[in-house]
């Protein structure tokens, strides 16, 4: 589909990283069904390091094949450096997403941030990345009217 | 790759014979139907029976159908005309939550010029209720409008009790009948509708071409204004070629209406049933008694409209959705909403919709690729049916 571009496309059909990590050290989830895409990422963490990442996401294709980028974006990185990594980022790696889509990148920065929150919750860590983070704030309104065609 | 095209409702493909009639009248046959001429007058012979094609399609006289550029415009003209028309006697419209936008958002355009419009509601099978619709009309009522067949979940609404309710008050009614032409039997007589829209595209004619039924007595004015094309109904050279195309699609149309029908609802009852028999938690959204004979709108639990598109496109299906994600507006169907299904299975929902060229093997196929598809993305999904939808 013309829609997306190859790199958009083929995360979307074959995405990485996929599941549910075991005995996680954290769990983060963000958005819902009744939003239309909901994701929930898990992480492994070992001295500080994300060692190993995992997501389910319900969502478009914007939304599987950002899930999927963002995850192995953070795959090495420390906690404040994941914390980081903003949805413009994941969005240059995917090599963009058409315009109404642009949103669905702030699913696995939300995501992420909800999973090292957690992480943060139960090991007592003050993060510097999560200052001003409100684990319960709304989504925002992402709403616009263009019409339909048929 | 294999390619199969569920779309019937957005759109037919011209049929071979639709397309040979409209050839000659681009090139040797290029006369505008004005002109006195020998080419001018052959065109616009061609115009008359074309329109005796449509209406008979109908069961209308020729001089009640005018030719316009597509539904759409035959929606805005009903509505805008009537409405500016009628003013002096009143400024309420009544039409449905279902409606094409076509006509959904010309009432909302009136609304801002100062008219006041009602919008039924449905009941869970996509139908109007009656008594709300009776209830509804007061003393400024001017004009009832309400669709023959819904485009998303293939509701045929009680057309005609509708418009005798609206008789009885004294109240122009239109309905849009874009989706129910060729799908079910229409007769303007026995609806007593006063107008009635329709378009080529939906019926295996070109686009860019549609209709308005306007009843005998009733002096609509003109939208478009001009010259004295249409009867002096609706000004601009006529597109030829396209009426040409229209009236032999509505002539198939009428021919094979019965047959397409019962084989329409054979294929699609067959694939809703393989679907849910191959399928958990497939849900069928609106009733299946009075149903658009190819519209199978199903929601698929757990997951999302938009990635199941996409991966249908991959194996080469065409099909379309309610899904939020998938439209620009970003706005889930609001003709599902107004049914009442909850808006996370509105965003799992897809419209199959089946035509003349779809086969059993098609279908067939479908099924194949949906089940892959469906136990791909929910392995994808944090949402299921152990873990429910939180």
Request: net charge negative; hydrophobic share 40%.
């Amino acid at each position: 589909m013309a829609m997306y571009n190859e790199k958009v496309m083929d995360l979307f059909m074959n995405p990485h990283n996929v599941g549910e990590i075991e005995n996680a050290d954290a769990v983060g989830t963000y958005g819902s069904p009744v939003c239309g895409d909901m994701m929930q990422i898990t992480l492994k963490v070992e001295n500080g390091v994300i060692a190993d990442a995992k997501f389910k996401t319900f969502g478009c294709g914007s939304a599987i094949a950002s899930s999927s980028m963002a995850t192995e974006m953070i795959i090495g990185k420390t906690l404040e450096e994941a914390l980081k990594v903003t949805n413009k980022d994941v969005l240059d790696a995917l090599g963009g997403l058409p315009g109404p889509k642009i949103h669905c990148s702030v699913l696995s920065e939300q995501a992420i941030k909800a999973a090292i929150y957690d992480y943060a919750q139960k090991n007592g860590l003050e993060l510097e990345g999560l200052k001003g983070y409100d684990p319960n704030a709304d989504e925002d309104d992402h709403h616009g009217d263009l019409g339909d065609e048929e | 790759m294999r390619k199969v095209y569920l779309d019937y409702s957005a759109t037919t493909p011209v049929k071979q014979e639709v397309l040979d009639e409209m050839i000659p009248y681009f090139t040797e046959k290029f006369g505008n139907p004005s002109s006195l001429y020998e080419i001018g007058a052959e065109a616009k012979e061609t115009i008359m029976k074309a329109r005796e094609q449509v209406a008979q399609l109908i069961g209308a006289k020729p001089q009640e159908v005018v030719f316009t550029s597509c539904g759409s415009e035959s929606d805005n003209w009903a509505l805008t005309s009537a409405a500016h028309w009628k003013r002096a006697q009143g400024n309420h419209i009544i039409t449905t939550k279902i409606e094409h936008h076509a006509v959904l958002h010309t009432c909302q355009a009136l609304e801002k010029e100062g008219f006041s419009v009602t919008y039924l509601n449905v009941k869970p099978d996509g139908r109007i209720d009656l008594q709300e619709l009776a209830d509804a009309i007061t003393e400024k009522t001017i004009l009832i409008s309400i669709m023959m067949v819904n485009n998303e979940m293939g509701a045929i609404q009680p057309v005609k009790e509708a418009a005798a309710i609206a008789k009885k008050h004294g109240v122009l009614f239109h309905t849009d009948a874009v989706q129910a032409a060729g799908n079910v039997p229409i007769d303007v007589e026995e609806l007593g509708v006063d107008m009635l829209s329709l378009s080529a595209h939906k019926i295996y004619g070109p686009k860019g071409i549609g209709a308005m039924y306007i009843r005998r007595g009733v002096a609509l004015p003109p939208l478009i204004h001009g010259g004295a094309q249409e009867m002096k109904k609706r000004a601009g050279t006529e597109n030829v070629p396209y009426i040409a195309g229209f009236g032999k699609a509505a002539e198939i149309a009428r021919r094979q209406l019965a047959e397409h029908a019962e084989r329409l609802t054979e294929l699609r009852d067959y694939f809703i049933s393989q679907v849910q028999k191959n399928i958990p938690y497939v849900d069928v959204n609106g009733g299946m008694e009075h149903r658009h004979p190819g519209n199978a709108n199903l929601a698929f639990n757990f997951i999302e409209g938009e990635s199941l598109l996409l991966m249908l496109d991959y194996y080469g299906i065409s099909v379309s959705t309610g899904s939020a994600c998938s439209s620009k507006s970003l706005e889930p169907s609001h003709v599902l909403a107004a049914l009442g299904v909850p808006v996370e299975k509105i965003h799992g929902s897809l419209r199959f919709t089946i035509g003349d060229f779809t086969t059993k093997e098609d279908l067939d196929y479908t099924v194949e690729c949906l089940v892959k598809i469906v136990e791909k993305l929910r392995a994808l999904s944090p949402i299921s049916a152990e873990k429910g939808w939180n």
